[in-house]
């Protein structure tokens, strides 16, 4: 996506300003709230302090990301979720049967709350009014039912069309038919969660109110260890306590195998924003085998500063991780979300106007999360002390104003500055998507493949977009190495194996076969009906829980 960004362009600081970004909030929202989840989850089934239940998660993590690569991540994953929708049918088959059917989950669930309450508002431990409607209050509703509409829409736009985990997996697709495919499949699947999430989350609260539903600082302690509040143990203590021993083996199993599939994907695109965009910069010979190196070690980085953001996570947004994640999200990433569909839809837009739409929505966005951070999120029973003029907004309506902000600064200097000529925008931008022409790029590229090496026949700029810090094939010549060396290097997909040199002839007919965008006319009419029966499906299910 950084790379899109400089043909678009030209330039390196927006290249390099979106992956440093991008690699802070795979910190603040991904990694460290994955493993928050994950630890969570170990908590619970085995009783382990949470920081050690994250040494073990990652230590799995790592070993699979590093000998494996972006290809063990998509094959995991595939199996993974599999077993995980099975899995979770069944959880929601037990959890159902144990309320008595649909309609006693309703009534009960507005009644489940907790013995002990002090004398703490009744507000603040009571089934919300509106709790079976996704639409709720514009001013009064925990997710205002326009924040729900468009600012979750903007964070869907920067996170499924834009985020480099999502698009790296759809780059590695055989053809534009299989990106669809995918996506269509990835838009059913995302129907489930009301029904194997969210459903027995509120039936989890239902069954140990006390725990889930506590509201006494101390109590909650005593259960999750967090005093704001324990909805994030609803879930896991489900599986622990109602599943029987066979299955519940199974869903923990399943659940943290999902995290850490997940915890792999970011893995394996932060690696490649470093490397490629800011590794690159700082040695401009490095080596392929420097590069995957950097990459690894890179990991371990981020990985230590994940772990200390973790107490933040803990106790943020009334110890909601949900609202964390999003929260945090709408204060950073309208503005990229702004750029991307701009700069596709709008070649009038420059360099010199993305810039400063990325910059003057960072500074906003940040004023306001580093006032949440200052003040605490608080809970409903110490309420945070932040004025309302920076925290009275609620952080989707933020979304919206910040997004229509960026916009405005974006559209405002770039037709007050030069447009970039036609002949550097063929097939980066929706009016030229079609053009034959050859593109003059408005900058060269940074890093030079200096051993003069193809691995796997794949031509040095196509495995710069999303394998090299995977790639198992190194071609540098050396001599022979010794035991050790060449299980450590085997164990870090760092073996040396010759590939076949290819003619010219052969990488242009490659280079043709990696940019093809064409489709058999029966598959892109089957992808695009499902893709307008699965809005029909989306549009129905929000009507009725409306």
């Known amino acids: 996506m950084p790379e899109y960004l400089k043909k678009r362009f030209g330039g390196q600081r927006i290249r390099i300003y979106l992956s440093v970004l991008s690699l802070f909030l795979y910190v603040f929202t991904k990694i460290s709230a994955d493993m928050f989840s994950g630890a969570i989850f170990i908590n619970q089934a085995l009783g382990l302090n949470i920081y050690l239940a994250v040494v073990l998660l990652l230590m799995i993590t790592a070993l699979y990301t590093v000998t494996g690569g972006l290809a063990a991540v998509i094959y995991t994953d595939t199996l993974q979720t599999v077993i995980m929708i099975v899995g979770s049918f069944i959880l929601m088959g037990f959890a159902f049967h144990e309320v008595g059917g649909y309609e006693n989950f309703m009534d009960r669930y507005m009644t489940a709350v907790p013995a002990i309450t002090g004398n703490i508002s009744e507000s603040c431990y009571e089934p919300r009014a509106d709790s079976f409607h996704i639409f709720r209050d514009p001013i009064t509703g925990d997710l205002p039912w326009p924040g729900l509409v468009f600012g979750l829409t903007i964070q869907a736009t920067w996170y499924w069309c834009t985020d480099q985990v999502i698009v790296q997996r759809c780059l590695s697709a055989k053809n534009l038919s299989h990106v669809k495919a995918g996506c269509i499949l990835c838009g059913y699947l995302k129907l489930l969660p009301m029904f194997l999430m969210v459903f027995p989350g509120m039936i989890s609260r239902i069954l140990y109110a006390d725990v889930v539903a506590c509201v006494d600082p101390d109590e909650c302690v005593k259960y999750c260890g967090a005093s704001v509040g324990c909805t994030n143990i609803a879930y896991p203590k489900l599986v622990v306590d109602l599943m029987p021993d066979g299955l519940r083996g199974l869903m923990l199993s399943v659940m943290l195998a999902s995290l850490m599939s997940s915890l792999t994907s970011i893995f394996n695109s932060a690696s490649t924003l470093f490397t490629m ?116 907004v609620h952080y989707l309506y933020f979304s919206i104003i910040l997004f229509v902000i960026s916009c405005i600064i974006i559209l405002g200097v770039s037709l007050v500055t030069k447009p970039i000529d036609d002949k550097h925008l063929y097939r980066l931008c929706w009016s030229l998507r079609n053009r034959t022409e050859e593109r003059v790029d408005l900058e060269k590229e940074d890093w030079v493949d200096n051993n003069d090496s193809d691995y796997m026949g794949m031509e040095g700029k ?85």
């Open 277 to 392: 965009d800011i590794y690159t910069k700082i040695r401009r010979t490095a080596s392929e085998k420097e590069l995957m190196i950097a990459g690894r070690v890179f990991i371990l980085v981020l990985i230590g500063v994940s772990i200390a953001w973790i107490p933040v996570v803990q106790s943020a947004q009334s110890g909601q991780l949900f609202d964390y994640i999003q929260s945090i999200t709408s204060y950073l990433t309208p503005p990229v979300a702004a750029v991307f569909m701009l700069a596709i839809f709008c070649k009038r837009v420059n360099e010199s106007g993305a810039f400063y739409g990325l910059m003057i929505g960072l500074l906003i966005g940040l004023s306001r999360m580093i006032a949440e951070f200052a003040y605490g999120t608080g809970s409903c029973v110490n309420p945070s002390n932040c004025p309302t003029i920076i925290c009275g």
């Open 462 to 546: 196509h495995k710069q977009t999303f394998l090299i810090p995977f790639v198992s094939s190194i071609t540098e010549p050396e001599e022979e190495p010794g035991l050790c060396k060449k299980a450590l290097m085997c164990f870090c997909g760092l073996e040396d194996k010759k590939a076949p040199k290819l003619s010219a002839e052969e990488q242009a007919e490659l280079q043709k076969k990696l940019t093809d965008t064409t489709e058999r006319p029966l598959w892109r009419n089957i992808v695009n009906a499902n893709a307008i029966i699965l809005l029909g499906v989306a549009v129905f299910c929000h009507g009725f829980y409306a």
